[in-house]
């Protein structure tokens, strides 16, 4: 009885060292998804901002080939 009591006691040792490791890693993984969605964000923003641009910039030469200017 006491040998099953010792491992059992060192199975849970073991089991509790995983489970840590194991939240750890998921939270390293959870806050890499957070930095993506930043970022992905971010690239979003800056295709708007393109685009605004390049529809309001006043110094676009016309193109030669159009005469309606």
Same mark, same amino acid.
């Given at each position: &009885?006491?040998?099953?009591?010792?491992?059992?006691?060192?199975?849970?040792? =073991?089991?509790?060292?995983?489970?840590?490791?194991?939240? =750890?890693?998921?939270? =390293?993984?959870?806050?890499?998804?957070?930095?993506?969605?930043?970022?992905?964000?971010? &690239?979003?923003?800056?295709?708007?901002?393109?685009?605004?641009?390049?529809?309001?910039?006043?110094?676009?030469?016309?193109?030669?080939?159009?005469?309606?200017?």
């Amino acid at each position: &009885l006491a040998d099953l009591k010792e491992r059992t006691s060192y199975v849970s040792q =073991q089991l509790s060292s995983v489970v840590s490791a194991a939240e =750890q890693n998921l939270k =390293q993984m959870l806050s890499g998804v957070e930095n993506l969605r930043v970022m992905s964000q971010v &690239l979003k923003s800056i295709d708007k901002v393109t685009e605004t641009e390049e529809n309001t910039n006043p110094s676009q030469k016309p193109d030669p080939k159009n005469n309606n200017s």
